[in-house]
C-alpha cells in the first residue's frame, strides 16, 4: 500500500470543501461589497474570512463581523455540498 496515495485520497474531501467554499465566497463577495455600500453605515458588514483545517478532514471557517450577528437562518445540500448561512439585513 502506498502511503501518499492513501493520503492523497483521505485528503479529497477536504479539498472538496475548501473548493466549494471558495467558489461560494467568490460568488457572493462582489455582491455583498455592492450591498454594504447600499446599506446604512450602521449595517453589520463582512470583513474576513479564514478558515483552517481541521483533524478527520474537517474545516473550521470564521467568519469576521462588524458587530454581533443576529441568528442566521442556515441550511446545508449535501450533493453537491454546501453550506448557507442567511444573516437578517
Not at 449595517?43 to 483545517?53: G, K, P, R, V
Request: aromatic share 8%.
Amino acid at each position: 500500500m502506498n502511503m501518499n496515495n492513501s493520503a492523497t485520497e483521505n485528503s479529497r474531501p477536504a479539498r472538496r470543501v475548501l473548493y466549494y467554499v471558495s467558489l461560494l465566497i467568490s460568488l457572493w463577495l462582489p455582491s455583498a461589497w455592492v450591498l454594504a455600500e447600499e446599506t446604512a453605515p450602521s449595517a453589520n458588514t463582512l470583513q474576513d474570512i479564514s478558515y483552517t483545517s481541521l483533524p478527520g478532514d474537517r474545516v473550521e471557517i470564521k467568519l469576521t463581523l462588524s458587530g454581533p450577528p443576529e441568528q442566521p437562518i442556515s441550511f446545508t445540500i449535501d450533493n453537491p455540498a454546501r453550506i448557507a448561512l442567511d444573516f437578517p439585513n
